[in-house]
């Protein structure tokens, strides 16, 4: 029987739409409003006023925060189909803010629930050995050998140097 090539899968702006719910907990929570249109090249915090700055961490860090994310638009339909074609690793840094690891298992339950345990890996440096890393930042892909994608989020609109992918559509039309 063929070996299927190992595919690793991040979580935060890949699969989970992290930026969205940061949008809105600053819009319901302070009043600010923050546009993705602004966010080109900056992370998230680097937009809010004085006084705010330092806030998403305790966002981030409080338990629940990840548990309602929404799917980025498309994973849901492109995902049983790379199953089929790759043994495919959903690969977070999950480890840096530890209430996630309950919330991002939980999210993965109900969203991708044909993706055992097994295949689950909550890390800090993603030191994996698969043949392709779908991501969004493009620390996880020093000293990574394999064929790494870029998947587009605000915060790397300016980064060239990588293979990117700009959506769930151009996932699947270049690996399945």
Same mark, same amino acid.
């Given at each position: 029987?063929? *070996?299927?090539?190992?595919?690793? @899968? ?17 819009? *319901? ?67 840096? $803010? ?23 890996? $909550? ?20 000293? $990574? ?5 870029? $998947? ?6 300016? @980064? ?17």
């Amino acid at each position: 029987m063929e *070996q299927k090539a190992r595919l690793a @899968i991040d979580m935060d702006e890949v699969l989970a739409d992290t930026i969205d719910k940061f949008i809105e907990v600053y819009r *319901q929570d302070h009043q600010t409003e923050i546009l993705l249109e602004e966010m080109s090249g900056k992370e998230f915090h680097q937009l809010l006023p004085a006084g705010l700055d330092h806030s998403w961490r305790a966002y981030i860090n409080s338990p629940g925060f990840f548990r309602d994310l929404k799917v980025m638009p498309g994973a849901a339909e492109v995902m049983p189909e790379l199953c089929k074609k790759y043994d495919v690793y959903i690969v977070s840094a999950a480890m840096e $803010f530890k209430n996630s690891l309950v919330d991002k298992l939980d999210w993965l339950e109900e969203h991708f629930p044909y993706i055992s345990w097994k295949n689950i890996i $909550f890390c800090g440096n993603k030191i994996v050995d698969v043949q392709i890393m779908i991501d969004d930042r493009i620390r996880n892909f020093a000293n $990574f050998k394999g064929r790494s994608l870029l $998947f587009s989020s605000p915060h790397n609109h300016l @980064i060239t140097e990588f293979e990117r992918v700009n959506n769930w559509h151009e996932v699947a039309t270049k690996l399945l």
